[in-house]
Structure formats: structure tokens, C-alpha cells
């Protein structure tokens, strides 16, 4: 099982207290510090979309780089670029 953060914060079934909550904010954390550290050196697009959790929930980053990465690859495709910024989270 592989969904993103996004689908565990609209899950109602799913109880985020705060210990979970920690957990996957620290992997957030780790995620980021690796991606500096890295020749990367950024995300890109972090977004709740952006982090799968994992069958363990475990919180790994994905599609990240440059947004001109992606706006490249599009442009390679033939598509448009689209960049959601829609979802917004505050407790």
C-alpha cells in the first residue's frame, strides 16, 4: 500500500494524533535535509500530494527538483505544466 500524505490527512478513518503526526513530520525533515546535503539541493514541489507514505508509514519524498525540471519535461511531451497549488492544511 502506497498513498500520499494528502490521501492519510483526507482520511477521516485515520486517526493523526500526535505522535503520528511527529513521526511523519520528522521524516518530512529527514527527507529535506537529504535533498540539501545532496547535489539536488532542493525539493521543488513538497506538497502533501509530493509524500507517499508507505505500507509501514513510512513518509518518502518524491517528485522533486527544480520546477524547471518538470516544465521541461512537459514541454518534451508536448503538455502543459501544471502546477497545483490548490490544497492547503491548517489544523
Known sequence: ???NLQDV???ESIEL???FRHSLINDIIRGMQ???NS???VH???RSSTCVV???FLLKLSCYGPKCFYEHEARQLGKEF???NSKYYKD
Open 54 to 56: 508507505d505500507s509501514r
Open 9 to 11: 490527512i483526507e482520511n
Open 44 to 46: 521543488g514541489r513538497l
Open 1 to 3: 500500500m502506497k498513498v
Open 39 to 41: 547535489d539536488v539541493k
Open 82 to 84: 501544471k502546477n497545483d
Open 17 to 19: 494524533d500526535w505522535t
Open 34 to 36: 537529504y535533498l540539501h
